[in-house]
């Protein structure tokens, strides 16, 4: 599980994917890696975009999805929930929080963006690393609610997307930007096109947060794409037809 982690250390990049290449070239079965999702709602298998992510992938890639709902940076720790991200050994941890750290969650959820978000985020990429697990941080996705001008609407998400960029960069940690790209998707798609990636409430109306069968699997391939395009050597384990 982590013979992909230790070539990337040892070896340029370079040697390492053309390693794998000659290896799927010659009928053997590619190294197994896994890839562990800690987040939220909008993450998990029931509304996010796990689903997707997986799908992207071949047999040989192993994608645990231990987001749970309702869950923040702050939450997700205090009830448990991370530790079991470290004990698998894990290749790579993506990590995603935000949606439910932000103001009227209640104290046992909400966080700061700018002070104990951060420190949140920070110790969860230091753990990992520290575990020898790559992290890899991802912005929320949106809030498909649009302004009069069929623009998203800019809302308490975003000092928490903001903060995660911005931490990113500073501790040298590869990055997803999904909030950026579901921006797009929706702005192209405008208010009434995203019915068809919306989840349902129980009385039949669009819920624009979560995201239905449609929506987890188009967020979730943009989330392996994109997930692609900062580990190359993940591209051998591709089994979608489009992977780039």
Known sequence: MALLMTWSRVFPPGVWIAALFVWSLAGQPLPRVQVVLVGDSTVNDGGGWGPGFR?????????VNLAKNGRSSKSFRSE?????????KPDYILIQFGHNDGPGKG?????????????NMARYVDEARAAGAQPVLVTSIVRRIFTEDGKVKRDSLVPYVEAVREL???KK???????????????????????????????????QTHLGPKGRQEIGRMAAQ???K??????????????P
């Open 55 to 63: 799908a992207w992938f071949g047999a040989s890639v192993e994608v």
């Open 80 to 88: 448990g929930l991370w530790a079991p991200a470290l004990t698998g």
């Open 107 to 119: 104290p046992d959820r909400e966080t700061d963006p700018s002070t104990t978000f951060r420190e």
């Open 168 to 170: 990113a960069a500073e």
């Open 173 to 207: 940690v590869p990055l997803i930007d999904l909030y950026s790209l579901t921006l797009a998707q929706a702005e192209k798609l405008g208010a009434e096109g995203c019915a068809e990636i919306d989840a349902r409430l129980p009385d039949g109306k669009r819920d």
């Open 226 to 228: 994109e997930f692609v």
């Open 230 to 243: 900062l580990m190359p050597a993940m591209r051998s384990y591709a089994a979608a037809p489009d992977r």
